[in-house]
């Protein structure tokens, strides 16, 4: 079965994805989209995670990224069904349960709809700007994927006495909705998708072509076998961007355009190759645009997906 989620516009601007309409787009834009997606069988809406972008990453990376435990609390409230994915949380530049403390509660408030999406980050002088070690940044995730498993678990005092951090007797409420929050770690570096392999509860492959996401796929799951982890692994793709019908102006020679049948047909191979997810992006010159091409995805493409 393989469900279908997106990446928000608006709340993050990279020049590799973003629409020029999304630049003087606000939280009304976004609004309108989560409620397209609710509306039009989206399994969930996500969020990225910047703190500060450097000057010199600003021109290709943009320095508009909303917080995404703001961005998702907002929209939980516009929301009931709908969940809602940090794509992902650099969680390494945080304290544990700091990071606990705010998607704790954001579970709390959505009725239990939190996805948490981890991703150890790239951005050297982000870190170093918040007193963290970039060198050992996979290090640090490792262990704090570990501390939030306790801290966002079902304990009022949650405990963890690891290397770089320690806790016990220190009370958070509330508690998260759900018994056991889902952790889908990102990347797609060797050290990624072992990660994702041994810790998560899902894999966000980060730009995977098709051609080469089977061969992961197949390393991963080699991975959790011989670890004797045997609880299924919920397996992620970004696609193609896709227009739905015959565009007419020029969508860019990767983009997945054509008949609902031909889109559906083409999207099959995700599933085929053993992804339970595939994560959208539309292509668009509005938000009204955008919405129409939810709208048909949803009716026109979707029962077809499986």
């Known amino acids: 079965m393989v469900v279908y989620g997106m990446q928000l516009p608006v709340q993050s601007q990279s020049t590799l994805y973003a629409e020029p309409w999304e630049a003087a787009a606000g939280p009304g834009d976004l609004l309108a989209v989560a409620r397209a997606a609710e509306a039009h069988g989206f399994d969930y809406l996500a969020s990225c995670d910047h703190v500060a972008i450097p000057r010199r990453l600003a021109g290709a990376m943009s320095t508009v990224w909303y917080d995404p435990v703001a961005t998702l609390s907002f929209l939980a409230a516009a929301t009931g069904r709908v969940r809602l994915l940090s794509h992902v949380a650099v969680v390494g530049l945080r304290h544990p349960l700091v990071t606990a403390k705010a998607y704790a509660t954001l579970d709390h408030l959505s009725g239990g709809r939190l996805v ?168 668009s010159r509005s938000r009204a645009e955008l919405t129409d091409q939810m709208a048909a995805f949803g009716a026109e493409v979707a029962p077809h997906l499986n």
Do not use: C, N
Request: glycine content about 12%; proline content about 7%.
């Open 116 to 283: 948490l999406g981890v991703g150890a980050g790239h951005v050297q002088e982000e870190f170093e700007a918040l007193g963290v070690d970039f060198a050992r940044r996979g290090a640090v995730l490792d262990e704090t994927v570990d501390a939030l498993r306790a801290a966002l678990g079902p304990e009022e005092y949650p405990e963890h006495l690891g290397e770089r951090f320690a806790f016990k007797d220190l009370g958070q409420l509330p508690r998260p909705a759900q018994e056991r929050v889902p952790v889908w770690v990102g990347g797609s570096s060797p050290a990624a998708v072992r990660r994702a392999a041994l810790k998560g509860d899902g894999w966000l492959p980060q730009g995977d072509p098709r051609e080469k996401l089977a061969v992961q796929i197949q390393r991963l799951l080699r991975l959790r076998a011989d670890a004797g982890i045997t609880e299924p692994i919920t397996v992620g793709a970004i696609t193609e961007a896709l227009y739905v019908g015959a565009p007419g102006w020029d969508v860019g020679r990767r983009t997945l355009s054509g008949s609902p049948e031909a889109l559906a047909a083409s999207l099959r191979a995700y599933g085929d190759m053993g992804v339970h997810q595939i994560q959208v992006r539309f292509r």
